[in-house]
């Protein structure tokens, strides 16, 4: 509680007052996802990391980097000679080849040099050259060599000089052989971009008054799963408090490709009818959860292998019988993938076909809304144009261009708009998978895709539909993500993992995405052998040494804190201290891309920031300006990183999130977040001052004091007649619209004391 006090004798006196403080989708084989509980996990030591190069070959190719070369004749297991480890990649090149490594965009605005060890083997004397391309467009040719004969030696090469230096696009690297004859067998080892140093200083800046959008309780949003056996809170409390805590807004069943194979109608004869369940969970130990939790749900109507009249039974089920008040459903799962069951091929109709779908999307709409006309009904989508183009038999012309597409979400909406333009759908679904590019690049670069993606879904509703029927039919069709997970190998249950979530969520409230569905609350932890080694993570199966993925967040219904809540769950946790439904998102920017910076209103009154450092070993200093809100002078803060990594690696302090205070100077003071951590600064708004105004005049009988503090802030009014006294009696409750508001009172004979106090 923040307060000022102010007091009154009579309406001629002076004030006196004084401040107090006070997939890549989801594996589609559900065998593999059983929950198996808690699990046991080697303290195997945490990756020791010195700078933020992004390596490109060490022992294997890192980071998503893959090798298009051609001519040449490369091994990179060579065991003999290596630079460090036990691998190096041995090149043996005729004339006019190349060894070509390959990647999704990258912006080099971080690096300075393209760097390797070359070793010449016991012939030495190789001349090669070294070029990269932006986009598939060449940069200059560099010479390098001779190379010595059996002797490492770096070779440094600066992005200038390769005409790549602060990019977005670079794309591929190379090292050929552009001559007429072949070179003797040499070796490559410890291959990677070197990256700049940190600024002594990162600068952010925040400004309260500048809004992004409104919080949507369903931006924490999370899959549930029918294999998994543990849905019900009632019976695995550990799912109950792994929802509670991680402040779930919204939830999904039966989950994912299961939600077009999953009937409705004989769940007890699939499934049995016992409770608990031995294996697997159906739709009463969803609602249970769900319900309990105070969440919204996303249900996945069945369209691979069921009809229009199952879906209208679910309805029913669930919010008439139930009274559940379901509001979204989906018309199936990722229909446009052939992985997805889809039977729909009796003529004219044709699975995983955007013109199908469209028109069989009709006849559910029509039925579910039938039972229950206050649902919301979403359609399949993919983000681009021509994106999941299984047929060429039907066509959309895009009325803006004049281009005509193939694509899935072009010729469903031109079919919707064409044959039931009273069924469009209420929201479109998009799903995103964070590919296998490593730790940098995928904290990097994951994030910016949302805004990306929202406006092409935004821009096709324009045009297909839009164009049309009118901006408003356009406008209200809200985007809603209900599948994203991280990439493949130890990311998905690192810490990386786990900042990426967050950054993740962050990103996403930058956007018009109303909802964001994580894959999944428990999916199962997997073996893997084939780990980058590039790639941070710890987690282990004991019975074999082997690195485990999971895409749950947690590996089972265990009562956190436990070894089987993933960094994930506590990035997730960690949202809850940072924002939540309701709340205001607000400009927040910095000028260092390994720093992300996101800032919310709450409405409490208090402002909140979300700060993610992307350095794996650097603490990065900031400067942090807020402009119109001026903070109390002790913020609480809440941290998740490698301490807690550490703790759940070695069993040594606490896993869970860490709470600390930090004094701050006002509207300008500095901060240090350390490597790969995510933090969240909570700021109460400083104590607001009450005066007695010179003008206006009161009007007889009563007095005026000037309530002056920060807009959007609700205060409390409150009088005491004795200042010693604990009885303080509110008034009224006020938030000024631009920090300052005037009260008229009655005056009294009497002492009369005021305070304003904020109250979080």
Known sequence: ???????????????????????????LSPGRFLAVGSL???????????????????????????????????????????????????????????????????????????????????????????????????????????????????ITVSLAALGVANKTNLNYLWINNWSGSAQPVFYLDDVSLTAKPPPATVHVSINATQTVRTVDARVFGINNVAWDGSENGKYYPGTMAQVTNMGIGALRWPGGSWGDGYHWTNEAMQY??????????????????????????????????????EAAYGVAMMNITNHCHFQYWEIGNEVG??????????????????????MRFAQYYTAMKAVDPTIKIGAVADTTEDGTSNYNNHAAVNPVTGVTHYGWTPVMLYTMRTNNPNALPDFLIDHSYEGGDGDTYNLLSWDTHWQTDAGNLRMMLNDYLGYYLGTNVATNIELCVTEYGPGGDKQPLSLVGGLIEADCIGA????????????????????????????????????????????????????????????????????????????????????????GTYAVRRTNGSLTMLVINKSSYASLSTAINLAGYVPFTNATVYSYGIPQDDAARTGIGSPDIAQTNSLISGASFNYTFAPYSATVLQLAPAAPSLAVPASPSPPPGQFIFQLQGLSGVPYVIQMSTNLTSANWIPISTNTPANGTLYLTNAASSGAQFYRAVWRP
């Open 337 to 358: 993938g052939s992985w997805e069951l889809d039977c729909n091929t009796n003529s004219p109709w044709q699975p995983h076909d955007p013109w199908t779908y469209a």
């Open 272 to 309: 049995g009818n016992t409770s608990p369940r031995t294996w697997g969970s159906f739709t009463p130990d969803f609602i249970y959860t769900a319900t309990n939790a105070h969440a919204q749900a996303f249900i996945i109507a069945n369209y691979g292998s069921s009809t229009p009249q």
């Open 508 to 595: 996403g409230l930058q956007t018009e995405f109303n909802a964001f569905l994580r894959w999944d609350l428990h999916n199962g932890p997997t073996d893997f052998a084939n780990e980058d080694n590039a790639i941070y993570g710890w987690r282990t199966d004991p019975s074999n040494g082997e690195y485990i993925t999971d895409g749950g967040v947690a590996s089972g219904s265990v009562v956190p804190p436990n070894l089987g809540c993933y960094p994930s769950y506590y990035c997730r946790k960690l949202m809850t201290y940072w924002t939540a439904g309701g709340d205001t998102v607000i400009t927040a920017t910095n000028d260092y891309k390994l720093l």
């Open 1 to 27: 509680m923040h307060q000022s006090r102010f007091f009154i004798v009579n309406r001629f006196s002076r004030g006196w007052f004084q401040h107090f403080p006070g997939k890549i989708l989801e594996n």
């Open 40 to 154: 046991a996990l080697l303290a195997l030591a945490s990756p020791v990391l010195a700078n933020d190069d992004q390596l490109v070959y060490s022992e294997m190719l890192n980071n998503g980097w893959a090798n298009w070369g051609y001519g040449s004749t490369l091994n990179f297991n060579n065991s003999n000679p290596v630079h460090s480890g036990s691998n190096s990649l041995s090149a043996t090149m005729p004339a006019w080849s190349r060894i070509w490594f390959i990647h999704d965009p990258i912006d080099t605005s971080l690096y300075t040099n393209f760097t390797f060890w070359a070793n010449g083997g016991t012939s030495g004397g190789q001349r090669l050259q070294v070029a990269a391309s932006t986009n598939g467009v060449d940069g200059p040719w560099v010479n390098i060599g001779p190379l010595q004969a059996n002797t490492w030696q770096q």
